[in-house]
């Protein structure tokens, strides 16, 4: 049966930015939750210092969860070789703070779509790049978990695989069994297309979801795609919410998983409202886990 994670999405500027929250109140919130685990994230204030690691590992064990996925952010598509370099050095320092942790999966993207890019360039720099992290998470028992990703927080252009096309081309070029595809059905809406029509070219290759749901709070996703290039940050049209209650068809989703065999880590990516939302949003994904599982 897969195992049920969160991440503090409603926190990340808290956690990530101002400081105005501590790592240890978001681990005592989340372990009250009916999860097995945290997600985690590399930016969090505290993970700067390696000191800090192996504590907060404990804090969590300690209260009867683990920390089975890390979230990050490298940025292959760089057109400067040593800029992309230092991208693979970050991941694996990434790598190392997820096995410190205890964790089996960490993420890479692509990097950003920048407009001199072409297709078949960004493919090669981005597989260039995550295969040469490969045999450093393999030492280290680590599965790379590649995102059908929106946009970072903190980029300034979209996620250069965000198309289904392209981040199938990038998949495929990448056959190593340390490496999987962490399935978000709510980013698959932004890049225009269906979750399910994506879920199904990738099934047999997902190791890992984010579950969310997604809204816009204004204008149509049409809008969105027009504004995305060229604007820092998140889209300001678009909103997370309450899971079961947005665009995403969990049932459809969940029997596709199971169809192939998916026995992984679900980590839900909403409560951006607060932790009774974050609460109910949980308690949705256990329900539909026991239901297909």
Request: aromatic content about 10%; overall charge negative; proline content about 4%.
């Amino acid at each position: 049966m897969p195992k049920l994670a969160v991440f503090p999405k409603a926190f990340m500027h808290a956690l990530c930015k101002d400081g105005s929250m501590k790592l240890s109140e978001w681990i005592q919130l989340a372990c009250r939750l009916d999860v097995d685990g945290l997600e985690w994230y590399a930016g969090f204030i505290e993970m700067q210092e390696k000191k800090n690691w192996k504590p907060f590992r404990q804090q969590v064990e300690d209260l009867g969860k683990e920390i089975p996925m890390m979230c990050c952010s490298p940025d292959f598509t760089h057109p400067e070789k040593s800029f992309r370099a230092k991208e693979v050095e970050k991941q694996k320092g990434w790598i190392e703070m997820t096995h410190a942790l205890g964790g089996k999966y960490c993420r890479v993207l692509s990097g950003q779509k920048r407009p001199e890019l072409t297709i078949e360039q960004g493919v090669d720099l981005a597989s260039e790049a995550i295969q040469s992290c490969l045999p450093f998470a393999a030492e280290r028992g680590i599965t790379l978990i590649i995102e059908n990703h929106y946009k970072d927080d903190f980029w300034l252009y979209p996620e250069f695989a965000q198309k289904m096309d392209v981040f199938c081309a990038l998949v495929d070029r990448i056959q190593h069994p340390n490496f999987g595809v962490n399935y978000d059905p709510s980013n698959t809406f932004l890049a225009g297309e269906e979750p399910l029509d994506l879920l199904k070219r990738v099934s047999h290759r997902v190791v890992t979801m984010h579950a969310s749901d997604r809204y816009l709070k204004e204008g149509t996703i049409e809008d969105l795609r027009n504004e995305e290039g060229g604007a820092a940050g998140y889209a300001k049209r678009l909103s997370h919410g309450e899971i079961g209650k947005g665009l995403n068809d969990y049932d459809a989703i969940f029997t596709e998983l199971k169809r192939v065999g998916f026995n992984g880590w679900i980590s839900i990516e909403d409560g951006v409202d607060g932790m009774d939302q974050l609460e109910r949003s949980v308690s949705f994904v256990r329900k539909k886990i026991n239901q297909y599982w």
